[in-house]
């Protein structure tokens, strides 16, 4: 069983999609604006934010707070959230690793998008529970 | 009293009690903040140092504008300003 379901429209993945693409082979990040709902969270809107770590942006992201205000500012005025978090792991699996783990926030959901050169492999989400990241289920 | 609006990012809104934003008295970003973790209990220590100063992971705007480029928490509030707590967000696959 896992801890939710993250409701995401396949035209906001393809958005997603694109983004990862484009970025690659650095990293690339963003936010996730939408509505909750006990376990289930929809997604309404996606956004690509700045990467600021630009030393090592092929494997670490930093999302631009700036961003960051400017979602949360678009998401309220359309009676949303910031219900999560989307960045890249270009070829690497769309698994948390320590350092996502260091960074992470309870109760938003981090989307997780594996990209190649030959495009993106695979998206999975998850969300904190306690200390540890626990898979929540996409649906379209 | 100068009132401002504090908004609360959803990651700290169990201190809250779900709410998105709380009004706080104060002349200042810092009594502004002191005033919303009497009301709050356990926001602050999620939010600041014990000396007072935001947390590495946190940024504190007001306004637009991120309170470490202007007077830091001793930038003064006018009545009607708005203070966002900002998680700092990141990550990456090593």
């Given amino acids: 069983m896992t801890m939710g379901t993250l409701f995401l429209a396949e035209s906001l993945g393809s958005s997603l999609d694109a983004y990862a693409r484009g970025a690659y082979p650095n990293e690339t990040c963003g936010l996730l604006l939408g509505l909750?709902?006990?376990r289930e969270r929809l997604v309404a809107q996606v956004r690509e934010a700045r990467?600021?770590?630009v030393e090592r942006a092929q494997d670490r992201f930093?999302?631009?707070?700036?961003d960051f205000l400017a979602a949360d500012r678009e998401a309220r005025a359309a009676g949303l959230d910031v219900v999560g978090i989307w960045h890249t792991h270009p070829d690497h699996p769309a698994q948390p690793s320590a350092t996502d783990r260091a960074?992470?926030?309870p109760e938003w959901s981090y989307v997780i998008l594996s990209v190649s050169r030959d495009g993106v492999k695979e998206v999975r989400s998850w969300r904190l529970n306690g200390d540890d990241f626990e898979e929540e289920t996409?649906?379209? | 009293m100068t009132t401002v609006t504090v908004r609360i990012p959803t990651p700290?809104?169990?201190y809250t009690r779900g709410a998105d934003e709380v009004r706080a008295q104060g002349a200042t970003v810092a009594e502004a903040l002191r005033a919303l973790g009497t009301a709050c209990d356990g926001l602050l220590t999620r939010v600041l140092t014990p000396e007072g100063e935001p947390r590495q992971f946190v940024n504190i705007y007001l306004g637009s504008r991120n309170v470490r480029a202007l007077r830091g928490m001793e930038t003064p509030v006018n009545e009607g300003d708005v203070i966002s707590i900002v998680p700092a967000v990141a990550g990456g696959s090593a």
Wanted: proline share 5%; hydrophobic share 35%; charged share 20%.
């Fill in chain 1, 138 to 140: 996409i649906r379209s």
């Fill in chain 1, 103 to 105: 960074g992470a926030w």
């Fill in chain 1, 36 to 38: 909750n709902s006990g």
């Fill in chain 1, 62 to 66: 930093e999302l631009d707070p700036q």
């Fill in chain 2, 12 to 14: 700290l809104r169990a």
């Fill in chain 1, 51 to 53: 990467n600021l770590n």
